[in-house]
């Protein structure tokens, strides 16, 4: 079977709707079939990664730790739209520490996040076999 | 007469934050919970709009909604009050109705 070229596109803030979550757990379904699998986080989606995620006080699970696994199933390919962390006032610092092992490096850590402006991202959307949305 | 307005929806997906201030009156307070803590943020391209609105109306943010987000509270629009869930429970008590913006 050829490899092909997935996207996961994240649109939506987590906790307040099931889509973020659902996203999470296809990507991690999805990992299980070697293929070459990217993520982008578009809008509210940015929040899905933000630090210090505390959800005790709402009865529900927190599962941003979930990302930090996906570099274990080389899922090292985390797209951020420079524009919507703008409009929220965020940056780089407010999200998570995401980063991924590379074998071929002697197991070198490099950050699984990249930054990219909009026209940047468009141009990697048009790459993909598959994109996925949520 | 004064109304409680609840946002559970984040002012970059829905209008019902911009909504809301549009039509509420005056001494009327605004709670925002759920995704719509975002609206609370201070450095957003919705942050104007909030401290216009509360020329009007008192706001306030549920504070364990925030933390489930990763929004820290120091970064929360200065002059909103962030409450906890018994200070939502005060806040309905205060008032003779309540709206939810869904």
Known sequence: MSTKKFMYVNRKAPYG??????????????????????????????????????????GMKNFSPTFKALGDYEVNKLYVEKESLE??????????????????ED??????????????LAE??????VVLSF | MSTLHTVNKSPFERD?????????????????IEDGVFGAMAGTDHSDMVKGAMA???VYVLGPDLAARGMSEDRVIDGIQVVD???????????????SWL
């Not at chain 1, 409009?87 to 991924?100: E, F, H, P, Y």
């Not at chain 1, 197991?107 to 940047?120: D, F, G, H």
Request: with cysteine.
């Open chain 1, 87 to 104: 409009a929220r006032g965020l940056t780089l610092d407010d999200l998570m520490d995401l980063t991924w092992e590379d074998e071929d």
């Open chain 1, 17 to 58: 709707t099931v889509y973020a979550l659902e996203s999470l757990e296809v990507v991690l379904i999805g990992a299980a079939f070697e293929q070459d699998v990217s993520l982008c986080f578009i809008g509210d989606g940015v929040y899905q990664i933000a630090k210090n995620q505390k959800t005790d006080g709402i």
């Open chain 1, 107 to 120: 197991y070198a850590e490099k950050p699984s996040i990249r930054l990219v402006s909009s026209a940047e």
């Open chain 2, 16 to 32: 019902s934050l911009s909504s809301c201030i549009r039509l509420a009156t005056k001494g009327s307070a605004i709670l925002l």
């Open chain 1, 124 to 129: 990697v959307l048009d790459e993909q076999d």
């Open chain 2, 56 to 58: 009007n109306a008192s």
């Open chain 2, 85 to 99: 869930y018994s200070g939502f429970v005060d806040l309905t008590k205060q008032h003779n109705t309540c709206q």
